[in-house]
């Protein structure tokens, strides 16, 4: 009997008493689990417990139909898989040896042992208990692992989605993504009018309107070199400013580091020029498409402006992997966590810019850190 063979019995007799403790809950908090999002929750929780101990887990998260589906499964499975390995391990511990105690301490009342044999004696109690014992560890060395492993099978089976199912929710996230995008797209056309109109556009006025005094000036007899000089310099100083703000516009449209230096050398100079040390690890990316080189730009600088301001972290790490047709981008910190969509850290920003050429984000960043943002972008073939 290998060590090894032990740790699976044990993870599958602690999966099977659980799966009996989650279907007796099913039951009892039924009408809790017919509303879809306690549901899909708790859906979510056995196929993440049964992807463990298969080492098939699946980050896709449970439909509303495959969910309710699961509830009486779950019941079912859990009460007809879970009760023998609670009868298995409970009478190891109660019969076999509680029993024998017992005896010594009340032989008047004769106990029996799980198999029906009376203990008249000590002889018995000390020799068909360690029996009982060795009988039923052996019951849950063949049957606990393959047991627990059908169950879980069973779980990852009921709860898997159809091409159908998979298919429908592709299309109502695109949808949803697609309206967020335009939204986005509508909001950041408008911001870009009213940096133009309320800054670079007032500013070209103002230089217009000084230069046009400036030449009236020169036609009046005597001139005033003091007020051309003024004038002069205010309209190269507004031009100045004027080139400064189209500069910003373009920017936040499509950074011109990434035409100049491509996405390796932007992502250089990104980490850089961060407020914390951050290593850059980078793969051999081959050609990029430009509108997910702007994201992975804009996704590594909102988040590495996130790290400085907000995670108290000392490093981070940027690492930019291709594998086939799939761009996965993995930034790391070691600061408190805690990293919310909801609280404004920019990440919302992020996951729109994402989700908007169908790529997939997740953040894991629990109280205490580390705080792991994982990209995904598709960038052809």
């Known amino acids: 009997m290998s060590g090894a063979r032990w740790v699976q019995v044990r993870r599958g007799g602690i999966y099977l008493l659980v799966s009996l403790v989650t279907g007796v809950a099913t039951v009892l908090a039924l009408p809790l689990f017919l509303v879809p999002r306690p549901a899909r929750w708790w859906a979510d929780r056995h196929r993440d417990r049964a992807g463990r101990l298969l080492g098939a887990a699946d980050p896709r998260r449970t439909s509303a139909g495959r969910s309710l589906l699961w509830l009486p499964v779950n019941v079912v499975t859990g009460l007809v898989l879970g ?50 014992i060795l009988l039923l560890a052996a019951v849950a060395y063949v049957a606990f692992p393959p ?15 159809s091409t159908t199912e998979q298919l429908a929710e592709r299309v109502a996230v695109l949808t949803r ?16 009018e009213r940096d133009l109109h309320d800054g670079t556009q007032a500013r070209l006025v103002a230089i217009a309107m000084r230069l046009a005094v400036a030449r009236q000036a020169l036609s009046d007899t005597p001139r005033d070199e003091q007020l051309l000089e003024e004038l002069l310099r205010d309209a190269h100083e507004g031009t100045e400013a004027a080139m400064t703000e189209l500069r910003a516009v373009i920017q936040s449209v499509y950074p011109p ?40 730009y804009f996704a590594v600088a909102e988040a590495l402006t996130n790290v400085a301001k907000h995670s108290q972290a000392t490093t981070a790490v940027v690492r930019v992997r291709r594998a086939a047709d799939r761009l996965s981008v993995v930034i790391t910190d070691d600061g408190a966590g805690g990293a919310d969509d909801r609280r404004g850290t920019g990440i919302a920003g992020i996951r729109r810019r994402v989700l908007a050429l169908d790529g997939t984000i997740d953040v894991d960043s629990p109280p205490g850190g580390p705080t792991t943002i994982t990209l995904e972008l598709p960038c052809g073939s």
């Open 257 to 296: 580091i990434l035409a100049d230096r491509g996405l390796a050398g932007a992502l250089t100079a990104v980490t850089a020029g961060g407020g914390v040390p951050t290593r850059l690890d980078l793969g051999d990316l081959g050609r990029v498409p430009a509108a997910v080189e702007t994201v992975v």
């Open 147 to 161: 047991v627990a492993r059908a169950h879980a099978r069973i779980c990852l089976e009921v709860l898997a989605t």
């Open 83 to 132: 009760l023998p390995a609670l009868l298995c391990v409970g009478n190891v511990v109660v019969a076999a040896i509680a029993t024998s105690l017992w005896w010594a301490f009340t032989p008047q009342e004769r106990p029996r042992l799980f198999i029906d044999v009376p203990v008249p004696g000590w002889g018995t109690a000390l020799t068909l208990g360690p029996l009982q």
């Open 177 to 192: 993504t697609r309206a967020d995008v335009l939204d986005a797209h509508g909001a950041e056309l408008r911001r870009i």
